[in-house]
């Protein structure tokens, strides 16, 4: 059978010798990767693995890993990738993808199969293995309510992988079962480029894997960038080798922005966008300073309706696996992420669920973080709406602070800074010190769970 990733295969055949990946501080070349391949392709048959099994693929970036979802892929087998951050809901997802076979590959070379007696009875999956196709399932985080099990045709992500870019060292920050882990992760092998990998996202761990393997491209979350800032991480370690920072999955604050520009004025700064219905779009912003961007690119379509970004996509998810299928009759998505625009360009401004309505008038949460993260002492920031009998809702601000200080005196300085730069409904009418992070271990912002 003529294999469905021979145009990449033949990518890595042309730099055999080039760096795939530096796990570990030990180097793994694309002839490795090749050779890893093959031998992931020989035990598949032997552990009961064929095209249309449904396989949950255990851990996170490895390079055993790598090989194995390749692998995986070629076969034609529905991958369901979980990284140890979902350990706590491992058994509900592996119910929920109705998973066959569930490997964990370690990087000593040993590998452990279980086996589930399950047979996939979703008429989703089932219409993918009826057409010989390879799967990809992917879980919402589930901070905003029960995890989602989005289940994509891989074909239609690859396509976007067949034009290769300029090859970079990258460091993979978003996690192998995140879209975004997934969209870096082939970006950088089928550009030849390098992987770099940090189980510890640190920040203190994460600038030294930069400055010692002259990381180029740096993805990240707001909430990390936020996290080395307050750190002054940066001033420890060299990160001259940065090229280019791309930020995504929640809303970026102005201030964050501004002061990683100036620590990093070598580096290009870029907002990224995607969602896992719908894979990662094409991003341009403005400028490294400037939070407009252009999303779209070949293969996406997008308008704003009622101020409300939609997208429709060749790569859309098939559907979810465990809800109704959120897709209008004409293919369109409604991701509830509220824009303003300007011509091309447009500003997220939060999602619609998040909105916090004051007697009748409208509150960002992203708005009021923003200008709480610009006062002193403030070292993270997370606003949310509670319900009032009077104004319908009030806003409520919950803060980590750098240092203790008098709450009276605290409370009344965030107040009289608010009142300043923001009008008097979108000022906090409830100001909480709280000591737990407010991110999750995947470095985004728990708004939502802070709520419940």
């Known amino acids: 059978m003529t294999s469905r990733l021979s145009w990449l295969y033949h990518a890595f055949e042309e730099h055999p010798r080039h760096a795939m990946m530096i796990h570990e501080d030990r180097t793994f070349s694309y002839a490795w990767l090749l050779e890893e391949i093959a031998a992931w392709d020989k035990s598949w048959n032997a552990n009961g693995v064929a095209s249309g099994t449904v396989v949950a693929l255990r851990g996170d970036y490895t390079p055993r890993a790598i090989a194995a979802l390749l692998s995986l892929i070629d076969l034609g087998a529905i991958v369901v990738p979980l990284s140890p951050s979902v350990a706590a809901q491992e058994a509900e997802f592996l119910e929920i993808a109705e998973v066959q076979v569930a490997v964990m590959p370690n990087a000593q070379g040993a590998t452990r199969f279980e086996s589930f007696s399950r047979r996939p009875s ?39 992988f067949r034009k290769p870019r300029r090859p970079m060292v990258t460091l993979t920050f978003l996690m192998i079962d995140h879209i975004g882990g997934i969209n870096t992760l082939l970006s950088v ?40 800032l307050i750190s002054e991480a940066y001033r420890r370690h060299d990160l001259a080798s940065l090229q280019l920072i791309t930020y995504g999955t929640e809303l970026m604050p102005q201030t964050t922005l501004n002061r990683i520009r100036e620590i990093c004025p070598h580096a290009r700064i870029q907002q990224t966008y995607g969602l896992s219905e719908l894979g990662i779009l094409r991003a341009k912003s403005q400028s490294s300073d400037s939070l407009w961007v252009k999303v779209g690119g070949e293969g996406f379509e997008t308008k704003v309706e009622d101020g409300t970004l939609r997208i429709r996509a060749r790569s859309a998810m098939l559907g979810y696996l465990n809800a109704p299928s959120p897709f209008d009759a004409e293919g369109w998505f409604d991701t509830q992420d509220m824009v303003e625009t300007d011509g091309e360009y447009v500003r997220f401004l939060g999602r619609r669920s998040e909105i916090i309505n004051v007697g009748g008038k409208k509150v960002y949460p992203a708005e009021v973080e923003n200008i709480l993260l610009q006062i002193s002492n403030v070292k993270d920031a997370t606003v949310t709406g509670e319900a009032n009998p009077i104004t319908g809702s009030i806003v409520v601000a919950r803060v980590n602070l750098l240092a203790e200080e008098d709450s009276a005196v605290l409370k009344r300085r965030i107040r009289e800074f608010c009142r300043a730069r923001l009008e008097s409904f979108k000022v906090p009418a409830k100001i909480e010190v709280v000591n737990q992070e407010q991110f999750s271990n995947r470095y985004k912002k728990m708004r939502r769970a802070l709520n419940t």
């Open 122 to 160: 979703n008429e989703l999956t089932l219409s993918l293995i009826r057409e010989n196709a390879p799967g990809l399932v992917l879980f919402s985080s589930g901070s905003t309510g029960k995890s989602k099990a989005a289940l994509h045709d891989f074909h239609r992500l690859l396509e976007k």
């Open 189 to 228: 092998l089928s550009s030849g480029g390098t992987v770099i990998c940090s189980h510890d996202r640190d920040p203190d761990r994460i600038c030294a894997v930069i400055e010692r393997h002259k990381v180029e491209l740096l993805p990240a979350s707001p909430t990390f960038l936020n996290l080395l």
